[in-house]
């Protein structure tokens, strides 16, 4: 089975932009979609974007995904930082197995 | 508004089997889009799928966990459920329920989790 890649930790200061990145380690980051998890300290997690690059209803338009086939990686940017985006961000794809990321720990500082 | 909500025993000895049901509220589990799953963390670490079934009871499993893993399902309650057999310290985590989204194998929504220590 394959595995997805992310940096451990990421951070940036409030009302700047910030890209999460999540590498597939074999097979086409484009043959399977790809999911991002938001999950607080001490909560459940929630989706911010679903298909590579939708977003469920509730999820500000400052959260946005995309996939690159140069680097068989996926990408989640924030623009516009907020505090309260400060989480851990899991991307999640499959094939015949359902694969997390490791996650990345966001500071917004 | 579907939600799920884990439940079991907190504390599991090492050997022993470890063992959670997941209601689901809000819509009928009988769903043909669906299938329902488990996903775990240990404590302070990420994310670990640990396997997912349908209605009728097809099951997909995590290969790394297959060996000690069942997870069944009662239509009659809308609920279905977690086996973990021979439980070691490593087994810890909290254990969270979703609907498993098919095709795109997507988690969504999630219960609030339940923390399942292995001690003896």
């Known amino acids: 089975n394959f595995m997805l890649t992310q940096p451990h930790s990421v951070s940036e200061s409030p009302g700047k932009t910030v890209t999460i990145s999540c590498t597939r380690s074999?097979?086409?980051?484009?043959?399977?979609?790809v999911q991002w998890y938001q999950q607080r300290p001490g909560s459940s997690p929630t989706t911010v974007i679903y298909?590579?690059?939708?977003?469920p209803s509730g999820v500000p338009d400052r959260f946005s995904g995309s996939i690159d086939g140069s680097s068989n990686s996926a990408s989640l940017t924030i623009s516009g930082l907020k505090t309260e985006d400060e989480a851990d961000y899991y991307c999640?794809?499959?094939?015949?197995?359902?694969?997390f990321g490791g996650g990345t720990k966001l500071t917004v500082l | 508004q579907l939600q799920l909500q884990e439940s079991g025993p907190g504390l599991v000895k090492p050997s022993e089997t470890l063992s959670l049901t997941c209601t689901v509220s809000g819509d009928s589990i009988s769903s043909s889009s669906y299938y329902w799953a488990w996903v775990r963390q240990p404590p302070g670490k990420g994310l670990e799928w640990i396997g997912s079934?349908?209605?009728?009871?097809?099951?997909d499993y995590n290969p790394s966990l297959k060996s000690r893993v069942s997870i069944s399902v009662d239509k009659s309650r809308n609920q279905f459920s977690l086996k973990l057999s021979s439980v070691t310290a490593a087994d810890t985590a909290v254990y969270y329920c979703a609907r498993d989204y098919v095709p795109i194998n997507w988690f969504d929504p999630w219960g609030q989790g339940t923390l399942v220590t292995v001690s003896s």
């Open positions: 074999s097979g086409s980051i484009a043959s399977n979609f």
């Open positions: 999640q794809s499959y094939d015949s197995s359902r694969v």
């Open positions: 079934i349908d209605y009728s009871g097809s099951t």
């Open positions: 298909e590579n690059y939708q977003r």
